[in-house]
């Protein structure tokens, strides 16, 4: 059902009024005569509409007011969509904000602890290795608390994929902005290998520790601490 008169609409909704999804409150034509449905707003707490059984026994119904009830279940299933998909996002994304800082300012510290083995006298060297390897632990830890909420946001954005909603608007829907957060997909979070910032700063660490060796090596520490 594309076009429809406004005297249509009044005809059908009246032979489909005991199929109205329960938010339904309406149907109009647009400046196009294009179908346009109203419901109450979706929370995305309530069940996902289901379209209703066995329209196509009732009789007293029309294929005008059958193709009528399709289009107003499509309609609520993607409002009830978008509605569910900003609801859990909004739940899931509580507290991101407070993680993403915590990490942002352990990876600060590492890579500043790292920096600062340049100047550090010979005297110091090894107490200065002490408190980077400290603070590439702390950075590992809140990147693995970090992935652990990526991974609970990465569940969100899948179950809805089919939502007609995007990330980007689903995030703006919520006042989120996730810019700079690093999240993958479902399948970025496998157990064995850890999360994609954890193997992020895993690798950042390795690479900080090769060259302490590489440093050691060269200046005769065997044992650089």
Do not use: C
């Not at 739940?91 to 352990?106: C, I, M, N, P």
């Amino acid at each position: 059902m594309t076009t429809i008169s406004a005297g249509d609409i009044d005809r059908v909704t009246n032979e489909a009024r005991a199929y109205h999804h329960p938010h339904f409150t309406g149907a109009s034509p647009n400046s196009f005569n294009r179908l346009v449905f109203s419901f109450r707003p979706f929370t995305g707490a309530e069940a996902e509409p289901e379209r209703p059984l066995y329209t196509w026994k009732d009789e007293s119904l029309t294929e005008a007011s059958r193709a009528f009830i399709d289009a107003e279940y499509d309609e609520a299933i993607r409002l009830w969509r978008m509605a569910a998909y900003t609801a859990a996002l909004k739940q899931v994304t509580t507290g991101a904000e407070d993680l993403w800082g915590a990490y942002s300012r352990a990876r600060t510290a590492m890579d500043e602890r790292f920096a600062s083995l340049d100047s550090a006298p010979d005297a110091h060297w090894r107490a200065t290795v002490s408190q980077l390897v400290a603070a590439q632990n702390w950075a590992l830890e809140t990147a693995t608390v970090w992935d652990r909420k990526g991974l609970e946001i990465a569940t969100v954005h899948e179950k809805f994929v089919y939502a007609d909603l995007y990330p980007e608007g689903a995030y703006k829907a919520i006042s989120v902005d996730p810019r700079g957060w690093v999240l993958g997909s479902t399948y970025d979070y496998e157990s064995f290998r850890g999360g994609p910032l954890a193997r992020e700063v895993q690798k950042r660490i390795d690479a900080q520790r090769e060259h302490l060796r590489t440093v050691a090596a060269l200046s005769g520490d065997r044992d650089p601490a």
